[in-house]
C-alpha cells in the first residue's frame, strides 16, 4: 500500500517569514494530495489539494507543488501568522483511499 | 456549514470495558471513514463504508473492534474488550458519492483514554 512521509517533524518560522513542508509517497498509482491543517483537540480540516495533471497550485498565502517523477510534494505558507501554528498532515492516495503522513508540527513565532 | 458529528468527544474507560463511538455524516456523502489517531502520529484507516457496505477493514482489529453502518447513514465503531493499547483520537470522516478522490470532513473526533 501507499507509505507516505513527512519532513521535518517539527519546523519553527519567526512570523513573516515563509514554511515549507515536505513529503513523499511510494505508490506511483496515487493521483491525489491533499493537505490537512489539525488544530488542537479538532479535526483535520482541508486546506489545499492538488491532483497528478498538475503540478502546482495556488490559494492566497497557501501553495502546493507536485513533482509526480521523483514523487514528492511541498505545502508553502508564506507571510507566516501565527494562526497558521497548528500541525500540518499531507496524503497521498486515489479511489477514494487515502494515506496519511505522521504529521508536521508547525510554530510560528511572534 | 454542514458539519460530522461525533460522539462522545471524551471517553475514559478500563481494560476489558466495552466502549462505543457514533458519528453523524454530512447529509448526502456516501462514503464514510473511522481512523485511529495516536498521539504524534497521523491518522490511520480503520474501517471504509461505501453507503452501508464496508469496503475496507483490512485494518480492523476484528477480534475486539465492529463498526456497522446501518441504512448507510450514522455509523458506530465498538471496541470490546478495550486496551491500554486502544488509548487515541477516533476521528470519523465522510466524503461525497464515488469516482475520483475528493476532500474528506472530518469530526471533532473521540478520545478515548484506557486505564
Known amino acids: 500500500g501507499e507509505n507516505v512521509e513527512q519532513h521535518p517533524s517539527t519546523l519553527s518560522v519567526q512570523e513573516g517569514d515563509s514554511a515549507v513542508i515536505k513529503c513523499t509517497y511510494s505508490d506511483s498509482a496515487s493521483n491525489y494530495f491533499p493537505w490537512y491543517k489539525q488544530e488542537l483537540g479538532k479535526g483535520p480540516q482541508l486546506i489545499i489539494d492538488i491532483r497528478s495533471n498538475v503540478g502546482e497550485k495556488k490559494d492566497q498565502r497557501i501553495a502546493v507543488t507536485l513533482n509526480k517523477t521523483a514523487k514528492h510534494f511541498s505545502l508553502h505558507i508564506t507571510e507566516t501568522q501565527p494562526e497558521d501554528s497548528a500541525v500540518y498532515f499531507c496524503?497521498?492516495?486515489?479511489?477514494?483511499?487515502?494515506?496519511f503522513g505522521k504529521g508536521n508540527q508547525v510554530v510560528v513565532i511572534p | 456549514e454542514a458539519e460530522v458529528a461525533q460522539s462522545p468527544r471524551y471517553k475514559i474507560t478500563e481494560k476489558s470495558q466495552a466502549v462505543a463511538f457514533w458519528c453523524d455524516p454530512i447529509?448526502?456523502?456516501?462514503?464514510l471513514y473511522w481512523y485511529r489517531q495516536i498521539l504524534g502520529q497521523g491518522p490511520e484507516l480503520l474501517v471504509q463504508f461505501q453507503d452501508e457496505s464496508v469496503v475496507d477493514d483490512s485494518q480492523l482489529p476484528k477480534d475486539r473492534f465492529s463498526a456497522e453502518r446501518l441504512k448507510g447513514v450514522d455509523s458506530t465503531l465498538k471496541i470490546q474488550p478495550a486496551e491500554l493499547g486502544d488509548s487515541a483520537m477516533y476521528l470519523c470522516?465522510?466524503?461525497?458519492?464515488?469516482?475520483?478522490?475528493?476532500?474528506?470532513?472530518f469530526g471533532e473526533g473521540s478520545r478515548l483514554t484506557v486505564l
Open positions: 447529509s448526502g456523502h456516501a462514503t
Open positions: 470522516a465522510t466524503g461525497g458519492a464515488g469516482g475520483n478522490t475528493g476532500e474528506l470532513f
Open positions: 496524503a497521498a492516495g486515489g479511489n477514494n483511499r487515502l494515506a
